[in-house]
């Protein structure tokens, strides 16, 4: 049995198609993990969603933040956004068994030797306390009131835990930093306005998996910051290398660090946006 991890697939079906030949995939033996995003932007988002969601436990995946926007949208609380390609999966007959399918994804799946996240695992969080903030947020996505959670979802506040004094902050807070998150301040506020390469980064700002003094977790597996591309380190895999861009969908092997790509078959956007 093999164990895998990809990045970001964001609707590149093609490739993702091509990176399992190369794994030879056998869900009967293999297992895979999904770093989240498996919708948007790329070009055949219905046929990712659908190819998840048809592969039984072989196949896990976390929510990432085009995830839940599909189902903010689906919910009709936000509107579709330039660059958006999530109309097939909208206009379909099964759109709401797609999102009652979303909506019991993950925020944060234990490994026991990793986890698994979109973004990444807040620096004062520890693992027991990371997996408290995930599971609170997917009990309300599971529930009555999952549109409302939805409607109240969007923000950039609070950018601390200490700050998140009501249930609604303390939701937006663990969505905010298990899907968005790149960098924080010394203090270890979120700082989610800038997204890009590390060496271009504003003073004062650090990534998250670069503080000093971070809580331990064992291997965060993640993707979602394609500007910081492949990383592989004691405590990170970031695994998002850009395919929608033109770069590579990535897969790594979880328990010999070998890494596999297939190149994108075209650049499916041409602006950089979250």
Not at 61 to 86: E, I, M, P, W, Y
Not at 125 to 131: P, S
Not at 182 to 187: G, K, M
Not at 216 to 240: I, K
């Amino acid at each position: 049995m093999s164990r895998y991890v990809i990045g970001d697939v964001q609707g590149c079906f093609d490739e993702l198609v091509l990176l399992l030949k190369q794994l030879d995939f056998d869900p009967a033996n293999d297992h895979l993990w999904l770093v989240g995003d498996l919708v948007n932007r790329g070009p055949r988002s219905l046929e990712v969603l659908r190819w998840v969601m048809g592969q039984g436990a072989a196949v896990q995946t976390v929510l990432g933040n085009h995830d839940l926007h599909l189902l903010a949208v689906a919910a009709g609380v936000s509107k579709r956004k330039t660059g958006d390609t999530l109309d097939a999966i909208l206009e379909h007959p099964q759109c709401a068994a797609f999102c009652d399918w979303l909506r019991y994804q993950p925020l944060m799946i234990d490994l026991g030797d990793g986890v698994v996240v979109h973004a990444g695992v807040w620096p004062g969080w520890n693992k027991e306390k990371a997996l408290e903030a995930a599971a609170a947020v997917e009990a309300v996505l599971r529930g009555e009131q999952w549109r409302d959670f939805l409607t109240e979802m969007y923000g950039n506040q609070p950018t601390h835990w200490s700050e998140a004094k009501s249930k609604a902050d303390r939701l937006r807070f663990t969505v905010n930093a298990f899907t968005r998150m790149r960098f924080v301040d010394q203090s270890l506020n979120l700082q989610l306005k800038y997204k890009g390469e590390l060496d271009q980064a504003p003073a004062g700002l650090q990534p998250w998996f670069a503080v000093a003094g971070r809580k331990s977790v064992p291997r965060v597996l993640c993707g979602h910051w394609s500007a910081l591309g492949l990383l592989q380190s004691e405590s990170v895999w970031a695994t998002d290398t850009g395919c929608i861009w033109g770069g590579q969908l990535t897969a790594i092997n979880l328990d010999t660090g070998v890494v596999v790509q297939q190149p994108a078959l075209q650049s499916y956007q041409s602006i950089t946006q979250e």
